[in-house]
Every structure is written in C-alpha cells, then in structure tokens.
C-alpha cells in the first residue's frame, strides 16, 4: 500500500475540519511511528520460532532491510517536509488527491485481474 496506511484517511479528515495540509500530513506521519513499532514487534514476536528465516533476522523483520528503511525514511521525510512547505496549500492538496485516486485505481485495477 505505499506506506501510506491511516495517512489516506487521517489527511483528508483533518483537512475538511480546517487543518492546514502540511499540519495534517505531519500529524499523519508523527502517528504512523507507533503504528509502525507495534507493527514490527509483532512481526518479531510471531515470528520469533519460525523456521527458515534467514540470518540477521529478528522473528520476521530482517535486520539490515531495518535499517535501510530507517536511514532512507529519515532522508526522505526531511526533503518531503520541505517540499510540503515550499508548495501552495492547493496544490499541495490536488497532488495528494491525485496520488490517492492513482492509488485507488491501481488496487481496484489489480484485485480485478
């Protein structure tokens, strides 16, 4: 799902109730920390006794994938928060429309093939 999660429906609803969009998609993300460690610790948990899983796993998160996403999710927040900024509030809510209507139709497409 592109690591979007609640972010699809926690931005739009704070928006219609008068958030700005940068607030909204900071919020938005600032959550998803939490949803994110629960998610890998039960991922480490359930996984913990599993047999087959590869070296430098941890249950079923593998180490050093960890750490990439971790390194490249800092970049990459840092220079989407600045871009966040820079754009008109308009069209900075028309692109996250957008980007939710071709997600849309890209999981509507594929669960019908």
Known sequence: M????????????MTSYGTPVCDAIGTASAI???TAFAGAISFIVVGL????TPDWAFGYVYMPALIGIIATSTL???LGARLAHSLDQKLLQRLFATFLTVLSARLIWRSLG
């Open 32 to 34: 998803r920390i939490p």
């Open 49 to 52: 006794d599993h047999p087959g």
């Open 2 to 13: 592109m690591g979007i999660a609640g972010g699809a429906l926690m931005v739009p609803f």
């Open 76 to 78: 990459s927040a840092r």
